[in-house]
Structures are given as C-alpha cells and as structure tokens.
T-cell receptor, first 110, second 115 residues
C-alpha cells in the first residue's frame, strides 16, 4: 500500500524560509502533490512533481527525488497567512485517487 | 469557473434522521470524490465516481450512500449515522480519474454533527 511520512508541526517567523519534508512508500509511483489547508477551509492544490528536481511557483517550491522516495515543500518569505496545514499526497496504486500524508501544521509568528 | 460548491455548510442531525449532502461543479470534470476529514487529520477517501460510475468505495458503511445523478452533481445520502460520523465532508473533482496528474479541486465542505 501507499504510506507517507511528514513532520506534524513546524514553526517559523515571518520572512523566514521553511522546508517541509515528505517521505513515501508506494507500489508504483505517479508523482507527489502538495496541498494547503487553512483552518476551517478546503484543501487547495499547491504543486505537483512527477520528475526529479525543483518546481518553483512564486514563494513556494517543491522538490522530488524519486530514487530517495523523498520530496519537500519550500516556503520562502513566510507570511502570517501561510499558517496552515500542508499535506503531501500520492496516488493510490491504481492511480485513481489521492492518498494524503498526515499533514504538517505550520505556524508563522511575527 | 474553478469552483466546487457544497450544501449545506453545516448540518446537525439525529441518529434516526435521513439527510443528504450535495456537491456541484461546472468545470466539465469527469471524476468526483467524497472525503471525510476529522479534526487535525488528513482527508480520508470515501468514494470516487469516474464518468458517473462508482469506481471506488473504500469500505464505507452502508449508512453512507453516494449518488451521481449527472456529471456535474454528486450527492451523499446519510441514514442512521453514529456520533463518530461527525466530521467535515469534502467533495472534490478532477478533470479525469487520473489522480497521478490531475489537480483535485475541493469544495468548502459540509461540517456534520451527529447527536
């Protein structure tokens, strides 16, 4: 089956850089996604990596190493509004639905 | 329009009630999903509809009954629920059923409380 590991909590201050790691064990691999969820809100898509390397989208970047079964989400120039839960996710074995990691709660303080 | 809408936003029901949750999208997506999310936990997949056919049922108890009347609508019928079923119920859609590459768009959820 599919399983993912990510830290449960990360704290940082405004303006800082934070990295949220995710390791996965999968039967078959299609790609690693990242979703953000604010308290009381819906998960929203942040990024997707199918190939090794870094994908950059504004202040957020995501990295994947398929040989290490590892990825990370990098958040730069942190803002208070970045306080949220961040989930890494991989498709199930059939590639028909997402399996989410347990989530990392990021708290940004001033 | 990249919006998935869900109604109602909040629902309180007794264990003998029958109620329905509704989800709608007008993005032309052909895959729709129901997830259950408890506080401080990840979304947990319940059902997947692909091209209006139920393709995945993650061993969900029969007191939850999904229905996909057409490609834009998804319902979740609830009957004889238990207090432990209280959770946020999220609907999502994606362009096709290919979770490997498709972005999933989530609705705001229905916060369900079972008394």
């Amino acid at each position: 089956g599919q399983s993912l590991e990510q830290p449960s909590e990360v704290t940082a201050v405004e303006g800082a850089i934070v990295q949220i790691n995710c390791t996965y064990q999968t039967s078959g691999f299609y790609g690693l996604s990242w979703y953000q969820q604010h308290d009381g809100g819906a998960p929203t898509f942040l990024s997707y990596n199918a190939l090794d390397g870094l994908e950059e989208t504004g202040r957020f970047s995501s990295f994947l190493s398929r040989s290490d079964s590892y990825g990370y989400l990098l958040l730069q120039e942190l803002q208070m509004k970045d306080s949220a839960s961040y989930f890494c996710a991989v498709p199930n074995q059939a590639g028909t639905a997402l399996i989410f990691g347990k989530g990392t709660t990021l708290s940004v303080s001033s | 329009d990249t919006e998935v809408t869900q109604t109602p936003k909040h629902l309180v029901m007794g264990m003998t009630n029958k109620k329905s949750l509704k989800c709608e999208q007008h993005m032309g997506h052909r895959a729709m999903y129901w997830y259950k999310q408890k506080a401080k936990k990840p979304p947990e997949l319940m059902f997947v509809y692909s091209y209006e056919k139920l393709s995945i049922n993650e061993s969900v108890p029969s007191r939850f009954s999904p229905e996909c009347p057409n490609s834009s609508l998804l319902n979740l019928h609830l009957h004889a629920l238990q207090p432990e079923d209280s959770a946020l119920y999220l609907c999502a859609s994606s362009q096709t059923g290919g979770a490997g590459t498709d972005t999933q768009y989530f609705g705001p959820g229905t916060r369900l409380t079972v008394l």
